[in-house]
């Protein structure tokens, strides 16, 4: 990425209203989505940090890297 000040470092949060999810995040930004919409995004990222950090939370080094 090339401009890492639009790089989020926290956490949005969700809760549900009216029969919708909705995700506040930093500075404001909100997503209202159905229920459905939220559990598939809610496991494409688990999916993509997952990746990101390895099953144990951490970056793989490159003698774990499955790719390499």
Not at 28 to 34: C, E
């Amino acid at each position: 990425m090339s401009d890492e000040g639009l790089i989020q470092t926290k956490a949005g949060q969700a809760h549900s209203e009216d029969g919708l999810v909705v995700l506040d995040g930093p500075d404001g930004i909100a997503v209202t989505m159905t229920a459905e919409a939220a559990r598939g995004t809610a496991a494409s990222l688990k999916s993509a940090a997952d990746e990101v950090l390895g099953e144990e939370g951490k970056p793989p080094t490159p003698a774990e890297d499955p790719t390499t």
